[in-house]
């Protein structure tokens, strides 16, 4: 398998981070990372060990769309695992990063668990209770304090994620450095394009089931 070939096929989708100079691309494959990054993003040399992470993730997401995971494979997964294992210890979260990176490796190298098993979707209907409890309750993550934060089709945030109110229309939910990043490149249009973004993709605002991931990328603003 040619994991250099396979990457530009590959488009970002959400949710991700941004710490320092770097925004992930495939957090969206670990639930314990995004909140893991937006917890510690102030530690020294997390840049370098989100970068790391989200090697593993976009590798994880290469075995999960074509099935294949060879020895050349497994020998780079835990090179990276191990890199990214040195930067937590540097980080002082050694800990907390191995209680869940080990199962990535284990997805990419044993297909136990199966790969993807850790992607989130920020659907409330599809979030597990601990989920629910970080996007919308957690200490960090969102504007004003608290977690996650959903905004309406004028870019306007209205509220926690995960609290969404009766004839609500279907949001998007970003986190603070998430939100951010998109009023950097175009203030309330950026944001309120992301939403009708994922509102057009995924329309159904009440769906079960598999997890349906949206893309924040849309067109540049002027």
């Known amino acids: 398998m ?3 070939e396979l990457h530009e096929d590959l488009p970002p989708e959400g949710p991700e981070v941004t710490v320092g100079d770097y925004t992930t691309t495939h957090f969206y494959m670990c639930g ?3 909140k893991t990054a ?9 840049e370098k060990l989100v970068r ?3 090697m593993i993730y976009e590798l994880e997401r290469v075995v999960m769309d074509t099935g294949e995971s060879d020895d050349d494979t497994h020998e780079f997964a835990e090179q990276v695992y191990f890199a990214t294992m040195e930067a937590a210890r540097e980080a002082g979260i050694e800990g907390e990063v191995a209680e869940y990176q080990m199962k990535h490796l284990n997805s990419i190298v044993k297909g136990d668990p199966e790969p993807g098993f850790g992607r989130v979707d920020l659907d409330e209907s599809n979030m597990t209770e601990d989920l629910k409890d970080w996007f919308g309750k957690g200490k960090k993550g969102g504007a004003g304090g608290g977690g996650w934060d959903r905004y309406n089709t004028k870019g306007e945030r209205i509220g926690k994620c995960g609290d969404r109110k009766p004839g609500e229309g279907k949001p998007k939910c970003l986190s603070k450095s998430r939100a951010a990043a998109l009023r950097a490149k175009g ?3 950026a944001i309120a394009a992301a ?3 994922k509102r057009r993709d995924d329309p159904k605002k009440n769906r079960k089931g598999k997890a349906k991931n949206v893309s924040n990328t849309t067109r540049k603003y002027k």
């Open 38 to 46: 937006e917890t510690h993003f102030e530690k020294p040399g997390m």
């Open 32 to 34: 314990s990372a995004i």
């Open 187 to 189: 203030g309330k249009k």
């Open 2 to 4: 040619r994991i250099a």
């Open 52 to 54: 790391f992470m989200d």
């Open 195 to 197: 939403v009708n973004k």
